[in-house]
T-cell receptor
Framework: QKEVEQDPGPLSVPEGAIVSLNCTYS??????FMWYRQYSRKGPELLMY????GNKEDGRFTAQVDKSSKYISLFIRDSQPSDSATYLC?????????????FGGGTRVLVKP | DTEVTQTPKHLVMGMTNKKSLKCEQH?????MYWYKQKAKKPPELMFV???????INESVPSRFSPECPNSSLLNLHLHALQPEDSALYLC???????????????FGPGTRLTVL
């Protein structure tokens, strides 16, 4: 079983729709969760960073963590064509040696005008 | 300035060549990372430098040799690579090794490497 599982998509939505992305993880010790956006042939860009269960909102983006279910979600409201990208969830299992990110496989999102 | 820069953007090399990838950040971050990303796959961690010392090596073949000359620079020296090493190589940095941080990791744009 992979440490972090993510539906690969592709997920195609019309402009203005809500995009719903999710990941599941296996290790209940994980505490720090991130969502990155990656455009084609570019490096990942940090979108959201959450700790513990609950919701975090930033503009059109909302991240949710449900530790009891080991489930994390990202919602994008009022989606735009510029939101078309691959979205990666990641877990930060930090140690004294450094912060080790474990990524989900990524979900490709296409927002159609 | 929240930028991580990487050079070159693209690199084509033969299996007998020696080349180097360069990464630079001026955010005062004390942890730097190399990742490898194959097409349609997530980034995979290769190396972590913490306070300019190699702290994590994810069992990477010795044909990849990292170097951290100072706190702002990170190099990846390549020698005798194989075609299957063709990938996007990403550099990242984070503020304080070993602590959770809302800044977590910033990534550079990557170097796209092709090994012939």
């Amino acid at each position: 079983q992979k440490e972090v599982e993510q539906d690969p998509g592709p997920l195609s939505v019309p402009e203005g729709a809500i995009v719903s992305l999710n990941c599941t993880y296996s290790n209940s010790a994980f505490q720090y969760f991130m969502w990155y956006r990656q455009y084609s042939r570019k490096g990942p860009e940090l979108l959201m960073y959450t700790y513990s269960s609950g919701n975090k909102e930033d503009g059109r983006f909302t991240a949710q963590v449900d530790k009891s279910s080991k489930y994390i979600s990202l919602f994008i409201r009022d989606s735009q064509p510029s939101d078309s990208a691959t979205y990666l969830c990641a877990i930060d299992s930090y140690k004294a040696a450094g912060n080790k990110l474990t990524f989900g496989g990524g979900t490709r999102v296409l927002v159609k005008p | 300035d929240t930028e991580v820069t990487q050079t070159p953007k693209h690199l084509v090399m033969g299996m007998t060549n020696k080349k180097s990838l360069k990464c630079e950040q001026h955010m005062g971050h004390r942890a730097m990372y190399w990742y490898k990303q194959k097409a349609k796959k997530p980034p995979e961690l290769m190396f972590v430098y913490s306070y300019e010392k190699l702290s994590i090596n994810e069992s990477v073949p010795s044909r990849f040799s990292p170097e951290c000359p100072n706190s702002s620079l990170l190099n990846l020296h390549l020698h005798a690579l194989q075609p299957e090493d063709s990938a996007l190589y990403l550099c990242a940095s984070s503020p304080t090794p070993g602590t959770p941080s809302t800044d977590t990791q910033y990534f550079g744009p990557g170097t796209r490497l092709t090994v012939l």
